[in-house]
């Protein structure tokens, strides 16, 4: 009984774990087109924003007027992403058992 216990909480530790770095990498990646953007167009530009989250915005910054940073963060959409990589995470884990069954 406690090594079934046992094993399903390591299951669900995988699975948060294994969605959270999903979660890091796709932010990380929706980021990546403004890293290398050059500081004038960030500020002078009025249509520039910076979003951050794949598939859902949850983070976006903005300039109203020139050098004035406006941001926002969006609950609904952060936890929409989390939701969606944590299914992700455990079809990952369920599929890669699968294989190691079917190979073992």
Known sequence: MFSS???ASYSIFKIILLSILLFSTSSFFSLLPYINLPKEIAI???????????PFTYYEEFF????????????????????IYTIIGYLILQLSQKAKNYFS
């Open 5 to 7: 216990i046992k094993l």
């Open 44 to 54: 002078y530009d009025s249509s520039f924003s910076l979003k951050i989250g794949l």
């Open 64 to 83: 109203v007027e020139c050098c004035t940073p406006n941001s926002g963060w969006y609950l609904k959409p952060l936890i929409a992403d989390f939701i």
